[in-house]
Structure formats: structure tokens, C-alpha cells
T-cell receptor
């Protein structure tokens, strides 16, 4: 079945620096790759997604890159701010469901 | 626009007691519905999903069950709660399994 590995599990960066989270997968049939942000005590929220017909998508300080040949996709956050502190989950489209990574706890240090 | 509701928001139950959590979606028809559990500080564990009324797929064999009595209603149940059932229960919906949207969640504590 589908499987996705997410790294790192925790990440701490200085405010203003960039953060990168990477996910690798095994099922080449996946065509949809979303990223979710979950603040403490709240529900996961979709922040950006990418489909397999594009290699990169950007939305202000957030970008996602996809390499289907190497089977990995990454979330890039530039100019990090304190409100970026949260747990981030990558996911990919499986059969009638999403398959989620294990999550990355991102901490932005002032 | 679409809205997803879950209740209750918090619940404290003794070990061995029954459980019923409800999720409803407004503003869409024939959604895919999902139940997830998230233990403290952990990831999202998919418990059940449904692609239509009466159709339930189970991802993990546990003392939990799910039902979908109406198109936009999804219920998670247990006859006897275990300590390990404590966690944050999230319902989600999607159309064709992409762009999945989560409800506000129910925080369950089993004592």
C-alpha cells in the first residue's frame, strides 16, 4: 500500500530563517500532494497542495516542490515568523483516502 | 459554503463506558467522510472512512465502530472504552478524496 516518510520529526529555526520539510513516498500512482498545518489544540488546516503535472507551487512565503522521478516532495517556508510554529503534515492521495506523514513539529525561535 | 460540525467538543468518560461521537457536514452532497484519532503529540491515525451511506471501511481493528446513517452524518461508537482510546478525534470530509477538510475535533479523556 501507499506509504509516506516525513523528515525531520522536529525542526527549530531562528525567526527570519527558512525551514524545509521533506517527504518521500513509494506509490508512483499518487497525483495529489497536500500539506497541512496544525496549531496546538486545533484542527489540521490545508495550507498548500500540488498536483503531479507541476514541479513547484508558491503562495507568498510558502512553496512546495515535487520530484516525481525521485518520489519526494518538500515544503519550504521562507522568512519564518512566530506564527509559523506548528506541526506540519505532508500527505498524498491514496485509494479514496489521504495517506499522511508522521508530522514535523516546527518551532520558530525569536 | 461547506461546514463540518463535531460534538461534543470535549468528553471525559470512565473506562468501560460507551461512546458516541457525531459528525455532520453541511453544504455538500455525497461527501467522503473520515474518522481520525490523534494521540497526544502524535500523528493522524485513520480509523474509518465512508464513500456513501452504509459503506464503512475500517483501517484498524479496535473496539471502535462507525456508522453512516445519513448522507452527511458520520458516527463513531464504542461499547466499552479503554484507557488507550483517549485522544483527539477528528472527522473530515472530501469530494473524490482530494482536498480533505477537518472538523474542530473532540477531545476524549478516558479515566
Amino acid at each position: 500500500g501507499e506509504n509516506v516518510e516525513q523528515h525531520p520529526s522536529t525542526l527549530s529555526v531562528q525567526e527570519g530563517d527558512s525551514a524545509v520539510i521533506k517527504c518521500t513516498y513509494s506509490d508512483s500512482a499518487s497525483n495529489y500532494f497536500p500539506w497541512y498545518k496544525q496549531e496546538l489544540g486545533k484542527r489540521p488546516q490545508l495550507i498548500i497542495d500540488i498536483r503531479s503535472n507541476v514541479g513547484e507551487k508558491k503562495d507568498q512565503r510558502i512553496a512546495v516542490t515535487l520530484n516525481k522521478t525521485a518520489k519526494h516532495f518538500s515544503l519550504h517556508i521562507t522568512e519564518t515568523q512566530p506564527e509559523d510554529s506548528a506541526v506540519y503534515f505532508c500527505a498524498l492521495q491514496g485509494a479514496q483516502k489521504l495517506v499522511f506523514g508522521q508530522g514535523t513539529r516546527l518551532t520558530i525561535n525569536p | 459554503s461547506q461546514t463540518i460540525h463535531q460534538w461534543p467538543a470535549t468528553l471525559v468518560q470512565p473506562v468501560g463506558s460507551p461512546l458516541s461521537l457525531e459528525c455532520t457536514v453541511e453544504g455538500t452532497s455525497n461527501p467522503n467522510l473520515y474518522w481520525y484519532r490523534q494521540a497526544a503529540g502524535r500523528g493522524l491515525q485513520l480509523l474509518f472512512y465512508s464513500v456513501g451511506i452504509g459503506q464503512i471501511s475500517s483501517e484498524v481493528p479496535q473496539n471502535l465502530s462507525a456508522s453512516r446513517p445519513q448522507d452527511r452524518q458520520f458516527i463513531l461508537s464504542s461499547k466499552k472504552l479503554l484507557l488507550s482510546d483517549s485522544g483527539f478525534y477528528l472527522c473530515a470530509w472530501s469530494l473524490s478524496s482530494v482536498e480533505q477538510f477537518f472538523g474542530p475535533g473532540t477531545r476524549l479523556t478516558v479515566l
